[in-house]
């Protein structure tokens, strides 16, 4: 098969395929809204490392008349992942491209685009609730004794938690764009889950869907409301560990009421603080290779019957405090009020 590379179209055409499949398809990545980010420039090895400073100890003591403390010398911690490779491609033959009404090549990009994103979302969701800071509903003691929708005491005991470890709130997130810029947020922690839980967390005390914010045009991309100190954020990308709770006849299990025999899902739900984990964002001029091809004679084919549309990216992501993010397990209501 005869393909082009990124540097077989110009950069000005790279560039634009690049934004293409982003456009369509970044309006489903929450997480890459939170993250530290560390973006991937040419050349690098194949690991990215991100570091965090760590708070001096307090300095209760009092001075001495004259004479000046002693340094304090500043600690780190580093966190390192290895990046890995995702892409696919698309073949599209002379026919499709001759005969049919719709531009085909066009619509593949933007498809693959929404393909691109849905990919690194679901890698960097497997990577980061993999967390050793769990809280299961209800205060039960296992995700195989989980058996209740999320709860406001849940949440009590996250913040607690958040607090208790220094944990600050988000006032800043990546914005949705080609190039890596910030905006803005109000000051929250967010919670991050799949919107099978919609109706439970609506159905939390105190809970304020995004109609009633003060500016309800600030609410993010999938964020449904907030209950106290934590905003919802919700997308079907992040799936359930299927069949993992308590048997009953409450919850869901695999998109179905559950019989009195038959382990219910257990969802998590992503609790985040500021710079809780860490990604290579899909944006910038590196992060995702487009190529784009039109039906070409070459010797492999020769009556230039075939032509591609594809996509590369390097990507890796890690928790970079685990105390900075809580992983509340639930279950979820199968036939809400």
């Not at 708070?55 to 911690?77: I, M, Q």
């Not at 079907?236 to 069949?243: I, M, N, T």
Request: aromatic share 8%; net charge neutral; hydrophobic share 40%.
């Amino acid at each position: 098969m005869s393909t082009n590379t990124y540097g077989d179209i110009s950069t000005r055409t790279a560039a634009k395929a690049a934004k293409k499949l982003l456009n369509r398809g970044q309006h489903l990545m929450v997480l890459e809204r939170f993250g530290q980010t560390d973006p991937l420039g040419k050349n690098k090895t194949d690991s990215v490392k991100w570091r965090r400073y760590e708070s001096l100890a307090r300095a209760t003591a009092p001075l001495a008349e004259g004479v000046a403390p002693t340094g304090k010398r500043l600690t780190y911690t580093d966190v390192q992942a290895t990046l890995e490779q995702y892409g696919d491609v698309v073949e599209i033959t002379d026919k499709i491209i001759d005969t049919h009404e719709d531009p085909v090549l066009s619509a593949a990009t933007e498809i693959m685009g929404e393909q691109a994103a849905e990919t690194v979302e679901v890698v960097r969701f497997n990577s980061i609730k993999g967390g050793s800071n769990v809280f299961y509903a209800a205060g039960v003691a296992s995700r195989t004794l989980v058996n209740s929708a999320v709860t406001n005491g849940d949440l009590k005991r996250i913040y607690r938690s958040f607090k208790r470890n220094k944990a600050r709130e988000i006032t800043q997130i990546i914005k949705a764009s080609a190039m890596i810029s910030t905006e803005p947020v109000g000051m929250a922690f967010f919670s991050l889950g799949h919107t099978d839980l919609d109706a439970d967390i609506r159905n939390l005390t105190g809970f304020v869907p995004v109609e009633q914010y003060s500016n309800s045009m600030n609410a993010l991309p999938g964020e449904i409301g907030k209950v106290e100190n934590f905003r919802f954020v919700l997308t079907a990308l992040f799936d359930s560990w299927a069949a993992a709770g308590v048997a009953g006849t409450d919850f869901l299990s695999s998109g179905a009421t559950v019989s009195a025999s038959t382990a219910c899902d257990v969802y998590p739900i992503l609790c985040i603080a500021r710079d809780a984990y860490g990604i290579v964002p899909l944006q910038g001029a590196n992060a995702i290779v487009p190529a784009v091809a039109n039906p070409t004679v070459s010797v492999a084919d020769p009556l230039a019957q075939k032509g591609i549309v594809s996509w590369k990216t390097y990507q890796a992501a890690a928790i970079l405090n685990e105390t900075w993010i809580g992983r509340l397990e639930v279950a979820a209501t199968a036939n809400p009020a």
